[in-house]
Nanobody, 123 residues
Framework: QVQLIESGGGLVQAGGSLRLSCAAS????????MGWFRQAPGKEREFVAA????????YYTDSVKGRFTISRDNAKNTVYLQMNSLKPEDTAVYYC????????????????WGQGTQVTVSS
């Protein structure tokens, strides 16, 4: 069974940083493209970032470009989201996802999802 477990969320002040991790219990982790999504109260689930199987290509939604960095360590079956210069509008539950379509911003194209981790940014 494939499981994705997010960690690293928490409460941080505006301008601060957090690094989210997503550990995958899957032997063929390197076969999957990975993505991060978030959902804030009263809003639709939003694409944040994605990374190709090898890590050579990355994709971001405009609102996080220059602030967030997605990366992966295939030897550790882990994908990361480094979040710098955090803003209150970044507050949301963050989810990692695995799929076969590199760079997809559409949640329905991902096959597996984690349980989410809360990120709260105070002003």
């Amino acid at each position: 069974q494939v499981q994705l477990i997010e960690s690293g969320g928490g409460l941080v002040q505006a301008g601060g940083s957090l690094r989210l991790s997503c550990a995958a219990s899957i032997h063929t982790f390197s076969m999957y493209a990975m993505g991060w999504f978030r959902q804030a109260p009263g809003k639709e689930r939003e694409f944040v970032a994605a990374i190709s199987r090898s890590g050579s290509s990355t994709y971001y939604t405009d609102s996080v470009k220059g602030r967030f960095t997605i990366s992966r360590d295939n030897a550790k079956n882990t994908v990361y989201l480094q979040m710098n210069s955090l803003k209150p509008e970044d507050t949301a539950v963050y989810y990692c996802a695995a799929g076969y379509l590199s760079g997809s911003k559409i949640s329905a194209t991902y096959n597996y999802w984690g349980q989410g981790t809360q990120v709260t940014v105070s002003s």
